[in-house]
């Protein structure tokens, strides 16, 4: 990718290196590199809002704000979002509309506020059957399971979950496939079925561990800690704990970042 940015502005293809920036910050998102993510993003929008290239802007704030949900910053989240669905509608882009609204009602959820949530993801349902994306809709229920999850209802919440991880695996979705067993063991975890709730950590754990994927890892060791002791493997769960306790370090505790962010903002 890099090298194809140095031969795209060599050629003056501005369009060309933006989008190849753009995957470039795929791949810093997915590495947990949120201070390199940021940057790239920043650099992207200008150049696009230079060009007047709006689809460009507003696929770049889609990802913008996912590394701001990341980082709990929910507000710049959501900022993005709604910017990026003012532009979507502007442009007639259902499939960019319904991302952006499945993560303003993630971000909306994160922030607090439940119901608001589920009425922006019960729209990205509608929209969704329309534009007929698969993956979209997947992760859109996900955001669902994890909201009835947190309203205690985790048989309704488990009965969603089971159907989105079918469909991932058949679509060979490891990361995503991760993220519903991690879900699924911590409903089991309420439930009190231990047993059944390591199994899906462990499970979980392991295509972490195979993709280096830190903000899944970070889930995966704080779930563990957490049923290991409630089993009183109390070496175990320290280990666990430590290994979270590493891994939230190295994804949050930066100045570089933090001024970053605050530049961002």
Same mark, same amino acid.
């Given at each position: 990718y890099e090298l194809s940015i140095d031969m795209d502005n060599k050629r003056g293809d501005a369009m060309g290196a933006a989008d190849t920036k753009g995957n470039l910050v795929d791949i810093y998102i997915y590495q947990g590199n949120s201070k390199k993510a940021l940057n790239l993003c920043n650099e992207i929008i200008t150049d696009c809002s230079n060009r007047q290239d709006k689809d460009c802007v507003m696929r770049t704030l889609i990802n913008r704000a996912a590394i701001y949900d990341n980082l709990l910053k929910y507000d710049a989240a959501i900022a993005d979002l709604k910017y990026a669905i003012s532009l979507a509608r502007e442009m007639g882009d259902a499939y960019a509309e319904a991302m952006a609204l499945s993560n303003f009602g993630l971000a909306t959820w994160h922030k607090g506020n439940a119901e608001e949530a589920l009425a922006l993801l019960n729209k $990205? @349902? #509608?929209? %969704? %059957? &329309? =534009? *007929? #994306?698969?993956?979209? $809709? +997947? *992760? =859109? @229920?996900w955001i669902m399971s994890e909201i009835y999850s947190s309203q205690k209802e985790y048989a309704r919440s488990n009965e969603i979950l089971l159907g989105v991880l079918k469909r991932y695996e058949e679509m060979g979705y490891k990361r995503q496939s991760a993220k519903v067993l991690t879900s699924l063991g911590r409903n089991l975890t309420e439930l009190n079925e231990i047993d059944k709730a390591m199994g899906y950590f462990e499970k979980s754990l392991e295509i972490t @561990? &195979? +993709? #280096?994927?830190p903000f899944e890892l970070l889930e995966n060791y704080r779930n563990l800690a957490h049923v290991q002791a409630i089993l009183h493997n109390f070496e175990a769960a320290d280990i666990f704990q430590d290994l979270f306790a590493q891994t939230h370090m190295n994804i949050f505790n930066s100045d570089s970042l933090q001024s970053n962010l605050e530049l961002s903002s």
């Open positions: $990205v @349902l #509608d929209i %969704s %059957s &329309e =534009t *007929n #994306d698969g993956y979209d $809709v +997947l *992760n =859109t @229920l @561990l &195979e +993709l #280096d994927a």
